[in-house]
């Protein structure tokens, strides 16, 4: 879940990352091209890793709901624990065999990862309290919000900048979003009425809830992606150092709140993992771990075989069949107003993407109104991160 996380909410950064690590490749200029056989020029097809970066996202996120919607389920800090475990044993296991490679363990590499991994663990554990509460559709709707809190994150710590198109585009992500909530409370009041205000009293408790929850997840998804992109700058982490360090000092961490936090009576574990669906649930958890080795890996594949603007925009495409696979899976209110805040939260996303691909051909002159001059205090604060 921790990369899913990652690589989903990093989409609106990635073309300049991507430029910036040297992700993107062109042929050198006055070659003649050369003809590969088909056979070895699979995976330079583009049409593969999208749908293959598609896939994955959709089946991580109705994994972790499937495990997540069962009523009982609290132990969100062991869930989130078995996912990072299953990601080292894995990615630990193909750098054995030499599939893989990232820099070994470091203590003082460690120390100075730690606080990112921290707040890693703040935005897996919201999203996954969020997730439990709101449909699929609604958590991917309000995921854009994220994308508002970190561009305007860059413009006070990385001096970056927002284009009006762009402003346009989050005009339309938190109309989509206030959309989204008002399907859910309006479905809720039609379904119970007034003849049952209790149980429509206790439902919008839960949306309640899931929207606080929601709101933590921003916060937390923004500074994590705000702090990694400063810390990998600093460390020169490549992805897969990231994965690893970002799993195996969760662990710990994860496993301690959980003993410390959640319940671990036989009565709450029975609870948890009933005994008619506790292999699938353990499959599941299994299954969300791996899922997260692949996400990565044709993340990677999309910005190889294609462009990082283009990965770009596969991930703003993506959230509209992650948001309809609630629909199909899941007993998600399909209504009018929830068909419409899904579209528009799709079409804020191509805005978004197209805002970001024309920022980026532009040269890097002038000022616009909306980027920051940074204070004394401002950078006295963004350079004491180097330490």
């Not at 925009?313 to 209110?333: R, T, Y």
């Amino acid at each position: 879940m921790a990369a899913e996380e990652k690589q989903r909410f990093l989409d609106g950064n990635e073309m300049e990352l991507g430029d910036k690590q040297g992700r993107t490749f062109s042929p050198p200029q006055n070659s003649a091209p050369r003809f590969s056989p088909p056979s070895s020029n699979w995976q330079n097809n583009p049409i593969l890793p999208v749908l293959s970066y598609c896939a994955s996202s959709i089946l991580m996120t109705v994994a972790n709901k499937y495990i997540l919607s069962f009523p009982d389920y609290n132990l969100n800090f062991l869930l989130l624990a078995v996912q990072s475990i299953v990601c080292v044993v894995a990615i630990q296991s193909c750098k054995t065999a030499g599939i893989i490679t990232y820099r070994d363990f470091k203590t003082d590499e460690a120390k100075k990862w730690f606080p990112i991994s921290l707040l890693l663990i703040g935005m897996i554990y919201t999203g996954t309290k969020s997730l439990k509460y709101l449909s699929i559709p609604v958590y991917t709707i309000f995921k854009n919000l994220t994308i508002i809190l970190t561009a305007y994150g860059e413009v006070l710590w990385f001096g970056g900048s927002v284009s009006p198109m762009t402003l346009f585009s989050f005009g339309l992500m938190v109309l989509s979003s206030v959309i989204a909530a008002w399907a859910d409370i309006k479905h809720v009041l039609e379904s119970h009425g007034s003849q049952n205000s209790a149980a429509a009293t206790a439902q919008l408790a839960t949306l309640n809830a899931g929207y606080i929850w929601m709101m933590m997840n921003c916060f937390c998804t923004s500074a994590y992606v705000l702090g990694m992109r400063k810390r990998i700058k600093l460390t020169n982490f490549k992805d897969f150092d990231t994965m690893f360090y970002n799993n195996l000092l969760t662990i710990p961490v994860l496993l301690l709140g959980s003993f410390i936090v959640e319940d671990w009576s036989a009565i709450n574990l029975a609870k948890n993992f009933p005994v008619d669906v506790r292999n699938a649930i353990f499959g599941a958890m299994i299954f969300t771990g791996v899922s997260s080795i692949f996400i990565s890996y044709t993340s990677a594949w999309c910005v190889r075989a294609t462009s990082s603007t283009t990965y770009s925009m596969v991930g703003m495409l993506n959230k509209l069949p992650i948001a309809v696979s609630g629909l199909i899976f899941f007993d998600a209110p399909v209504t009018l107003p929830s068909v419409s805040a899904i579209f528009l939260g799709f079409v804020s996303g191509i805005v978004y993407a197209v805002a970001k691909a024309q920022q980026n051909s532009k040269p890097k002159t002038g000022i616009l109104p909306t980027s920051s001059t940074m204070s004394a205090s401002s950078l006295s604060n963004r350079d004491s991160l180097k330490n």
